[in-house]
């Protein structure tokens, strides 16, 4: 069975400041990983994924994750934080076509 | 490219009437999914379609929720009864297939469900 798990159900930071969104996953095949981010009264968007190849991957909005499977975790990150990152992020990892959800992490961002 | 569609955007029912929503996915698009989003969590798929066909429906509530896909295009999510642990948001997402790697999903606004 496959799993996510999603450190922190809030996060804030202020602007101009480093975002780090934690994402641990659990599968017992290679895993296929992504990000989806969902703004008030929207659908989810897709950020970024990995399949298969660079372990860094590099998505919108200047948002990255890198697919670490020691340690099996697909963290996001992105250098410097902007108010319109405010948003719900989940990451998600995909089994057999569907995709299994984290719990997922609120963004704030403070000016 | 038209993106997902979907309606109503909102719907207030009381308990025990009956819901139905409505999807539209991309053009093209063989795979269909219905997912059930309750405030707080992560979407958690109710059922996956393949062109017409049910790939996966192990999370559907098949005492009250159905679900069909005629012709392989438009979707159609019923709930009858609904319950008060229904209110949430019903996401609908499309995909090429993924039995040839197209594992990337594009989702739909979502029809926001509550039951009073």
């Known amino acids: 069975a496959q799993s996510v798990t999603q450190l922190g159900s809030h996060v804030s930071v202020s602007e101009g400041a480093l975002v780090l969104l934690r994402c641990n996953y659990s599968?017992?095949?290679?895993?296929?990983l992504f990000w989806y981010v969902q703004y008030p009264n929207q659908g989810l968007q897709l950020l970024l994924k990995?399949?298969?190849?660079?372990?860094l991957v590099k998505g919108i909005n200047g948002f990255e994750a890198e697919f670490k499977k020691s340690e099996t975790s697909f963290h996001l990150t992105k250098p410097s934080a902007h108010m319109s990152d405010a948003a719900e992020y989940f990451c998600?990892?995909?089994?057999?076509?569907?995709?299994?959800f984290g719990q997922g992490t609120e963004l704030s961002v403070k000016p | 490219e038209a993106g997902v569609a979907q309606s109503p955007r909102y719907k207030i029912i009381e308990k025990r009437q009956s819901v139905a929503f409505w999807c539209n996915p991309i053009s093209g698009h063989a795979t269909l999914y219905w997912y059930q989003q309750i405030l707080g969590q992560g979407p958690k798929l109710l059922i996956q379609?393949?062109?017409?066909?049910?790939?996966?429906d192990s999370q559907l509530p098949k005492d009250r929720f159905s679900a069909e896909r005629l012709k392989g295009v438009d979707s159609t999510l019923k709930i009858q009864p609904a319950k008060l642990e229904d209110s949430a948001v019903y996401l609908c997402?499309?995909?090429?297939?993924?039995?040839?790697?197209?594992?990337?999903?594009?989702f739909g606004p979502g029809t926001r469900l509550t039951v009073t």
């Open positions: 997402a499309s995909s090429l297939d993924p039995g040839q790697g197209a594992y990337e999903q594009y």
């Open positions: 990995y399949t298969t190849g660079a372990t």
């Open positions: 998600a990892v995909s089994g057999g076509g569907k995709l299994i």
């Open positions: 599968s017992s095949v290679p895993p296929y």
């Open positions: 379609f393949q062109n017409n066909g049910v790939v996966d």
